[in-house]
Nanobody, 125 residues
């Protein structure tokens, strides 16, 4: 397994969750990492991304100010801290490893070569 996401669950609106994604070193240490989500009946959408060295982060407008991406390169793990969760945040969340390392096209799914299996996040109203 090259990418393993965890940390999803059921939370009330206004609550918090932290997702983790453990990766194989060869697809992590020099790669930008991204988070996407997909709700039932909807297309996969970009949530956020972080450059290989953690120097830059990028967020979808819908989560800006509520979600924070970070990474620990010593542990080959990327995190998604989600605060002030809303019912519309309900989705399967995926982590992905980019083919780039410079923050290029981070919101485009085609930029990512490897994907985790997804973890379900459900926010109740």
């Amino acid at each position: 397994v090259q990418l393993q996401a965890s940390g999803g669950g059921l939370v009330q609106a206004g609550g918090s969750l932290r997702l983790s994604c453990a990766a194989s070193r060869r697809i992590f240490s020099n790669n930008d990492m991204g988070w996407f989500r997909q709700a039932p009946g909807k297309e996969r959408e970009f949530v956020g991304a972080i450059t290989w060295n953690g120097g830059s982060t990028f967020y979808a407008d819908s989560v800006k100010g509520r979600f924070t991406i970070s990474r620990d390169n010593a542990k080959n793990t990327v995190y998604l801290q989600m605060n002030s969760l809303k019912p519309e945040d309900t989705a399967v969340y995926y982590c992905a490893s980019s083919i780039t390392s410079g923050g290029l096209r981070v919101s485009t799914p085609q930029t990512y070569r490897y994907w985790g299996q997804g973890t379900q996040v459900t926010v109740s109203s």
